[in-house]
């Protein structure tokens, strides 16, 4: 029963993470509209996030000696480069095809735990990573546009391998008596990533006049500093400390397939908010991420010495405390 609850409970945290980090991007496309650059909305996004959570990361300091290769490995891979590599990624190809590639993340994370780990996966898990593949690429409909950039699929890519780092990491973060508190993780992670994307981004040259204005979305005039809070409290802050919070009680794997669900998130949102229409094969592939992730979670969680992964398992009992912590804090 208590497995059962902290299951219940990692899932709607991880569904939770999928539509804050869904709702970015309906926040930020008004304000690129308006005249800021991609990598200049992304800096102003992590870097307002970490400025939020510094008094978490005061309160955790001792992270820094205690888990210095942790925190370095989740800002630069969980914050600077799932977001550098995208953007960089999408300049250079379609923006569908990007996606599609950087959500190969679940399917990467099952080959890191059966191939790194050495650790056999659930067969739930495998199909429902081919599922939701599937219909994230009706979502996205990869086929309007493909075009071949071997520079830009590697970014792709690259993202994808970001992602990979994220969800491992979370994970690992929660590993024996000498667990890493999520907040802290993700408030030096964050703290990590403004650092490096300061260097790419060069905010200096930002026109920070479009932040005290206005930005269009469906046709109504919304005020530029109301979506950058949105985009930094709710996109950011909210949706890394679920996301994180929901592997240790999920596994890597599982919640990366639930996380799959922010491409779906993102388009309704788009449609409700953007006027962007859906058409019936996003809609199909919508439904079919929703099956691929349902599949992917309902596999039995084992106890924590089992091998299988694809449960709550190891990660469940030492989520607990961190939990009820982090309530304050996709």
Known sequence: MHASRDRNAGLGLALASAFAFGGSGVAAKPLIEAGLDPLHVVWLRVAGAALVMLPVAWRHRDLLTRKPALLAGFGMLAVAGVQACYFAAISRIPVGVALLIEYLAPALVLAWVRFVQRRPVTRAAALGVVLAVGGLACVVEVWAGLGFDAIGLLLALGAAC???GYFVLSDQGADGDDAADPLGVIAYGLLIGAL????????????????????GMAGTTVPAALLLGWIVLIATVVAYVTG?????RLSPQVAGVVACLEAVIATVLAWVLLREHLSAPQIIGGAVVLVGAFIAQSSTPKAASGPVAGGSGTVAGAADGDLAA???GV
Request: proline residues 3%.
């Open 162 to 164: 970001c992602q990979v």
């Open 196 to 215: 490096v994307l300061t260097a790419v981004a060069r905010p200096w040259q930002m026109d920070w006049r479009v932040l005290g204005g206005g930005a």
């Open 326 to 328: 982090e309530r304050a």
């Open 244 to 248: 994180v919070v929901s592997v240790r």
